[in-house]
């Protein structure tokens, strides 16, 4: 059953690999422009590391664009150890997690990194010359974005645990006041400047995200 799984997720990731291979340079041009690379091109300083940069972003989008498919493997191999509630309750959120994740990266993508990194790229700007390495760029916005699709996985989490019945909506509203707290701390650790405005961008739509998953658990 393992071995099946297994091929199953490695036949999706290269197929995913392929379609990546069309949109992967332009994911660089992007992430180059975001950054305010000099030039549009970022540094590379080892004969390899263009190539395993490059490769690095590749197989990330193939693993993103198969994410929906190596999910459902996971869940299809732990299912004959799950009860027929746990199994609906994991079942019915299966979408609901593929889609929060990828809309997590897809903000960090898109709100907090340009952010982050128009302050970075400018910080001491008569003192330092701004053009960032390749891999510590790509390494950079792999784990922001890395780090803020999971945390949006906070509704679907909830969610899971509220249909088996270890968590009640009344518990979790009255954990209120130590999640915002928690959020805080999350989004200090994502966050990789030190300015209360990045930070706050953070933290209000993962807080946003925990009342839904309130909602959530109330509706189950």
């Known amino acids: 059953e393992l071995r099946i799984r297994i091929i199953y997720c490695t036949v999706s990731i290269f197929v995913a690999l392929i379609a990546a291979v069309f949109i992967v340079d332009e994911v660089f041009r992007r992430i180059a422009e975001q950054a305010n690379v000099p030039n ?18 590749l197989l990330y989008i193939a693993i993103a664009l198969s994410m929906p498919m190596l999910v459902f493997q996971a869940l299809r191999y732990i299912a004959p150890g799950l009860t027929r509630r746990e199994k609906r309750a994991v079942y019915m959120s299966m979408p609901v997690v593929s889609a929060l994740f990828v809309a997590g990266m897809a903000f960090a993508f898109f709100v907090p990194i340009p952010r982050a990194l128009e302050f970075l ?44 019945g270890v968590v009640t909506a009344k518990q979790l509203a009255r954990a209120r006041k130590f999640a915002f707290i928690g959020v805080l701390i999350a989004a200090a650790i994502i966050t990789p400047t030190p300015d209360p405005v990045n930070m706050m961008i953070i933290a209000v739509p993962i807080y946003i995200l925990y009342e839904l998953g309130i909602l959530f658990v109330r509706l189950t």
């Not at 549009?40 to 972003?57: D, I, N, R, Y």
């Not at 003192?127 to 792999?142: C, G, H």
């Open 40 to 57: 549009g091109e970022v540094v590379t300083l080892s004969p390899t590391e263009g190539f395993v940069t490059w490769f690095k972003v």
């Open 121 to 164: 790229s400018g910080f001491k700007s008569g003192l330092f010359t701004w053009n960032p390495r390749a891999s510590e760029l790509v390494t950079f916005y792999l784990r922001l974005m890395i780090g803020i699709g999971v945390a949006f996985e906070l509704p679907a989490l909830m969610f899971i645990l509220g249909k088996i």
